[in-house]
């Protein structure tokens, strides 16, 4: 994981964005064994840094990514929180769960969090979207420990387009 960030940190540079990365429980290359994994944290930064960077409500907030990745018995639990503007009302569903095939973005297909999605559902787990309470995103992963680890030629082909 510290290679998505390693990648990613001009783009975060450049609108003035810290990533934070905060491993727990297992060593790093346990964590990037999934190709597919990989490229779905890489989207969900990628579609942080953006929100913050075009953030026009006059918050004066933190400009902050968090990536924690950390063990929790057979799971891997992925999470990325942002202090952007959270996101759009309009994209959830009336039940409140997320309406994937949607997008805010000027340029956006509103393809790139419907296909993590799909990703991390062939992997066996779940991918959960929110706003948090104190502003700003919070998508959280968990996927079976095992699919991470064995899958590894299938998701070498399996590649996530990014949202842009």
Known sequence: ?????????????????TIELTMRGLDEHVACTSRSIVRVVDNLIRNSIEAIAQRADGVDAPRHVTLAVERSGASLRIAVTDTGPGFSPTLFNLDGSFQFGRTTKPAGQGIGLSL???VVRR??????????NEGGAAVTIEVPLSAVQHRRRRDDVNA?????
């Open 123 to 132: 992997l066996g787990g779940t991918l959960q979207l929110t706003n948090r």
């Open 116 to 118: 993590c999605d799909d």
């Open 160 to 164: 996530v387009a990014h949202d842009e």
């Open 1 to 17: 994981m510290r290679t998505v960030v390693g990648m990613l940190q001009p783009l975060a540079d450049a609108a003035d964005v």
